[in-house]
């Protein structure tokens, strides 16, 4: 039995952002996990990443409302997943859908978004409003430990790569983070971000709330992250956004946008490389997490050269500098889910769900999940 598993008669459904935090692989309990359901040929259908031994609750994007089992959702043995039955209230989108088909291409005239705000990029629909969240339901359930132990990792703690900050930490001293990256590191497209029920922050916010609960220290936070940019630019704002701020840990995450085409790679890498060692000489007590390339819609495009980046980013830990994965978290989700129940707007940013997945790969990298403190202060 892991140190983060939950009695039965403990198990309930909350809202409360801080919930389930530590690694799903260490414990029973899986809390709002986001769900769709697809339709193609049979009965709309949706995949868990185990299989449950005790569904707790169904509900909407706000956990406002909660569907009725029987009614609105039913689960299937022999399939092994959720399914909707007849008169079901519950939206769901079709395959067709989820392609964009029917939809104006970004680039296509007259450019726009239809009457819902759907537009498509490459084969994958985009949509930022309800057409697309409202289909994102939340689901709790109990399922077996031995399943959920089996769940990759891929951030592990190792202390001596970031001493000055685990110190810092241990010893409940002001910590200054800054983060700057482009619009994956805003906190875009969590409910908060759009002022919805149920207001999740966004994954910065919700990690610096996470390290200040554990170990009593007081985070200063700031994020100079902008939507849309790529390294080139970032390197123009360097100075203003990371070195006069004189971060005690700069958390960096570029990539994303300089990777729709390949020649952006190797000049990618030579600017992440010049903000790293600029850092290391002008802030040599700063110490840096390099944020990998976050994981996107694989039908939208954004994904043809973004996968380049993970090796050379990981060869580039040292000392003071740790390289933190979202991009296989988000492949280890694929391989179990709807992509569309993972992002925020159908093509990039981790929706309420996904946004734990990003604080918990992060926390890694700063915490011992058998530590006392740490089950203390996460344990459901």
């Known amino acids: 039995m892991t140190k983060y598993y939950v009695p039965e008669e403990k198990a309930q459904f909350t809202k409360d952002p801080m919930r389930q935090l530590y690694p799903l692989n260490k414990s029973n309990f899986i809390l709002n996990e ?20 005790r569904i707790i609750c169904l509900r909407d994007n706000s956990l406002q409302k909660e569907y009725v089992r ?26 067709a859908e989820a392609r964009g088909e029917g939809v104006k291409g970004f680039g296509e005239e007259p450019y726009g978004f239809d009457e819902f705000g759907k537009g498509r990029i490459g084969n994958a629909v985009y949509c930022e409003n309800e057409w697309h969240y409202g289909k994102t339901l ?27 900050t685990m110190k810092r930490l241990e010893n409940k001293e002001h910590i200054k983070v800054v983060f700057f990256g482009d619009s994956t590191h805003t906190g875009a497209d969590t409910t908060s971000w759009y002022k919805r029920e149920p207001y999740m922050p966004g994954y910065p916010v919700l990690f610096c709330n996470a390290l200040e609960k554990i170990y009593g220290c007081k985070i200063e936070y700031v994020n100079h992250s902008v939507g849309g940019t790529d390294s080139n630019w970032a390197v123009k704002e360097f100075e203003r956004a990371v070195l006069n701020e004189k971060p005690d ?21 030579d600017n992440m490389k010049y903000m790293l060692d ?8 700063s110490e840096i997490v390099l944020l990998g390339p976050s994981f996107n819609n694989p039908d939208s495009g954004f994904m043809i050269y973004t996968h380049r980046l993970i090796t050379p980013y990981k060869a580039m830990q040292r000392v003071g500098l740790r390289y933190c994965d979202f991009f296989e978290m988000g492949l280890d989700t694929l391989h179990r889910k709807e ?3 993972t992002l925020g707007n159908g093509i990039a940013h981790p929706n ?24 203390n202060a996460l344990k459901y």
């Open 70 to 95: 029987g009614v609105d959702w039913e689960w299937s043995e022999k399939f092994q997943c959720l399914y909707l039955p007849e008169g079901s209230s519950i939206p769901y989108f079709t395959v």
């Open 34 to 53: 986001g769900v769709c359901f697809m339709k193609e040929a049979l009965a709309p259908m949706a995949r868990l990443l185990f299989a449950p031994k």
């Open 339 to 341: 992509v569309l129940c």
């Open 278 to 285: 600029t850092t290391a000489e002008r802030l040599p007590e």
């Open 352 to 375: 309420d769900w996904t946004t734990k997945d990003y604080v918990r790969n992060l926390l890694s990298l700063f915490v011992d999940w058998d530590d006392e403190r740490v089950v």
């Open 138 to 164: 939340y689901i709790t359930y109990l399922a077996d430990e031995n399943e959920t132990a089996e769940y990759p990792v891929r951030n592990f703690f190792k202390p001596e790569l970031l001493p000055k």
């Open 249 to 269: 840990l700069l958390l960096l995450g570029f990539g994303n946008n300089d990777n729709k085409y390949a020649e952006g790679f190797e000049k990618c890498l």
